[in-house]
C-alpha cells in the first residue's frame, strides 16, 4: 500500500494507493482520500507493508542545473545527515525534493506507532515524472506541483496556480493528481529506476518486517500441520478406544446383562439421591441434632417444637414428597429475653450449623416471647 501524507499548513490529508505486482506488471487495486488520520487508520489493513511519500508543508522542490556553478556548490554544501531527499536525475539537471529529518522521523514514528508497517519512503512529487511516457503529455500536475518536460525529459518544476484537479488515466483506472506520485513511488519501489537516487531513515528496518512476515506465514503453516495431525491422532485414538471398549463390553456381558446392570445402577442412584433428602446418610444421626439443640437450651428456654428436614406441605397419596434437606425449623417460648440472645450466641458457635435465621419473635400479655427459628445445617 502507498501512503500519501500531505501538509498544508496545520492540517494533513492523506491519500492511499493499494497496487498489485505480477511479474513486471504493476495493477492498481483501489485508491481513496481521507481528511484525519483516525479515519485512514479505521479503514487500512496493518498487514500490509506501507511505502510513504510524503509532501506539503516543509518539503522542498530545487532544480540543480549540472552546469551552474552556483547550483553544483550548493549541492556540495548540502548537509545531508540532517535531511532527507529524493532526487530525479536528468541528462542536464538533477530534480532534488529535500525536508529535515526531524519532521520525516516524526512522521514515520506517528505511523509505526499505529500499527502501519513502514518498509520505505519518498519525497516530493517527483516521481511522478517517472509515468511521463505513459501518460504521453508535457505536463503533469504532480500534488499541487507542475512537472514540465522537454523531449520526455524534466525540464522544469513550479506550483500549480489553479485548484483544478488533474486525473489521468492508466488502462481502466483514473488517479487524481494527488495520487499520481503513489504511483510512480510504487513503480520506483518495486521495479527501480536508476533516475532516482535516495537516502535511508534509520528508523525503518525493512528486514525485521520481512522476517516477522516470514515467521508468520511459517508458524501459520507449522500450527495449520500440528493442529492437522494432533486431530488426527484425537479422531484415531477415540475411534480405536471406542471400538476396544465395545468389544471389552461383549466379551464380559450380554446384552441383556448389561440392560439389567444399567438398570440397576439407576435405582440404585435414586434410592440414594432419597436417603440423602431425608438425612440418613448424614454423617450424624438425626438424633444428633435433636439432642444438641435441646441440651444447649437453658432452662429458662422451652421448646415446643422442632422439626428436622421439614416437609413443605401436606403429604398425599401418590404424589412425590419434597424433603427440605439440611434444615430444621425451631419453635419455642421463654420468659427472658436475655436467655434468648445468650442462646443464638451458643448457636453461632455450633460448627455443624451454617447459619440460622429469626422467622418470628412476638410477646405476648404474658410478657412471654414466642419465637421461630430457622437452622441451616452444613453440607451433611
Known amino acids: 500500500m502507498l501512503l500519501g501524507i500531505y501538509k498544508k499548513d496545520d492540517a494533513f490529508t492523506y491519500y492511499t494507493l493499494t497496487v498489485k505486482k505480477k511479474g513486471n506488471t504493476l495493477s492498481i487495486v483501489s485508491s481513496a482520500i481521507y481528511d484525519d488520520l483516525e479515519s485512514l487508520l479505521k479503514d487500512s489493513n496493518t498487514r500490509l507493508p506501507v511505502v510513504l511519500l510524503i509532501d506539503g508543508k516543509g518539503v522542498l522542490n530545487k532544480r540543480i542545473d549540472i552546469k551552474n556553478d552556483a547550483d553544483i556548490t550548493w549541492k556540495k554544501n548540502v548537509d545531508f545527515t540532517s535531511i532527507y531527499f529524493t532526487e530525479v536525475k536528468t541528462p542536464d539537471a538533477g530534480f532534488m525534493s529535500f525536508s529535515r529529518k526531524k519532521n520525516i522521523d516524526d512522521i514515520i514514528l506517528q505511523m509505526q506507532q499505529n500499527k502501519l508497517q513502514i518498509v520505505d519512503f519518498y519525497l516530493g512529487p517527483l516521481l511522478s515524472s517517472l509515468l511521463q511516457k505513459t501518460i504521453a503529455k508535457q505536463e503533469i500536475v504532480s500534488g499541487d506541483t507542475v512537472l514540465l518536460f522537454e523531449n520526455d525529459s524534466l525540464s522544469e518544476?513550479?506550483?500549480?496556480?489553479?485548484?483544478?484537479?488533474?486525473?489521468?488515466?492508466?488502462?481502466?483506472?483514473?488517479?487524481?493528481?494527488?495520487?499520481?506520485?503513489?504511483?510512480?513511488?510504487?513503480?520506483?519501489?518495486?521495479?527501480?529506476?536508476?533516475?532516482?537516487?535516495?537516502?535511508?531513515?534509520?528508523?525503518?528496518?525493512?528486514?525485521?518486517?520481512?522476517?516477522?512476515?516470514?515467521?508468520?506465514?511459517?508458524?501459520?503453516?507449522?500450527?495449520?500441520?500440528?493442529?492437522?495431525?494432533?486431530?488426527?491422532?484425537?479422531?484415531?485414538?477415540?475411534?480405536?478406544?471406542?471400538?476396544?471398549?465395545?468389544?471389552?463390553?461383549?466379551?464380559?456381558?450380554?446384552?441383556?446383562?448389561?440392560?439389567?446392570?444399567?438398570?440397576?445402577?439407576?435405582?440404585?442412584?435414586?434410592?440414594l439421591e432419597i436417603l440423602n433428602k431425608t438425612g440418613q446418610l448424614s454423617k450424624k444421626f438425626l438424633s444428633f441434632y435433636v439432642y444438641e439443640l435441646s441440651k444447649s437450651a437453658p432452662s429458662s428456654i422451652s421448646l415446643t417444637n422442632l422439626e428436622i428436614f421439614p416437609v413443605p406441605k401436606e403429604i398425599k397419596p401418590n404424589e412425590k414428597v419434597n424433603i427440605v434437606p439440611n434444615l430444621i425449623m425451631v419453635k419455642g417460648f421463654t420468659g427472658s429475653g436475655p436467655s434468648l440472645d445468650n442462646w443464638l450466641n451458643e448457636l453461632k458457635k455450633m460448627k455443624w450449623i451454617k447459619k440460622f435465621e429469626i422467622v418470628s419473635i412476638k410477646k405476648d400479655k404474658k410478657n412471654i416471647q414466642q419465637f421461630e427459628l430457622k437452622i441451616l445445617l452444613n453440607n451433611v
Open 157 to 271: 518544476i513550479k506550483k500549480q496556480n489553479t485548484e483544478v484537479i488533474q486525473n489521468y488515466t492508466f488502462s481502466e483506472s483514473i488517479l487524481s493528481q494527488h495520487h499520481l506520485p503513489l504511483y510512480g513511488a510504487a513503480l520506483h519501489f518495486f521495479l527501480k529506476s536508476s533516475q532516482v537516487s535516495k537516502n535511508e531513515s534509520e528508523s525503518i528496518t525493512t528486514e525485521n518486517i520481512i522476517y516477522q512476515k516470514s515467521f508468520n506465514y511459517f508458524g501459520v503453516g507449522m500450527l495449520g500441520i500440528f493442529f492437522i495431525a494432533l486431530l488426527t491422532s484425537y479422531v484415531l485414538i477415540q475411534y480405536y478406544l471406542g471400538e476396544n471398549a465395545k468389544l471389552n463390553e461383549q466379551n464380559i456381558f450380554s446384552y441383556q446383562t448389561y440392560e439389567y446392570i444399567v438398570n440397576l445402577e439407576k435405582q440404585r442412584e435414586q434410592k
